[in-house]
C-alpha cells in the first residue's frame, strides 16, 4: 500500500471516529464527501437527483465539481483539508 493511501486510511478513520470539539458544518461534510467519493470511485457517475431531493442532490453536486481530479489527488486534498482543521 502506498504511503499515500495509507495516510489516507487514516485520516478517513480519524473523521469517522471523531469525538468532541470536531463538529463540521454541512459545506465542510459535502466537500470531505466529495474528496472522499472521488478518491475511493473516480469521477461522478448516474442520474442527478431531483430538485426535490435536497441531499442527494448537493452530494451529488459537490462530487460533480471534483470530476477530474486523480484519486491520488483527491486522497491528498481530503488529507491537507483535515490536517489544517486539526490546526
Not at 502506498?2 to 471523531?18: G, M
Not at 463540521?24 to 470531505?32: G, R, V, W, Y
Request: hydrophobic share 35%; aromatic share 10%; net charge negative.
Amino acid at each position: 500500500m502506498s504511503d499515500l493511501k495509507q495516510k489516507f486510511e487514516e485520516t478517513v478513520n480519524y473523521v469517522q471516529t471523531a469525538e468532541g470539539d470536531f463538529k463540521p458544518s454541512n459545506e465542510l461534510k459535502l466537500e470531505m464527501y466529495a474528496l472522499f467519493k472521488q478518491a475511493t470511485e473516480g469521477d461522478v457517475s448516474g442520474k442527478k437527483p431531483g430538485m426535490m431531493d435536497f441531499v442527494n442532490r448537493a452530494k451529488f453536486t459537490a462530487w460533480e465539481e471534483c470530476k477530474g481530479l486523480s484519486a491520488d489527488e483527491a486522497m491528498q486534498r481530503y488529507i491537507d483539508r483535515i490536517e489544517e482543521l486539526k490546526q
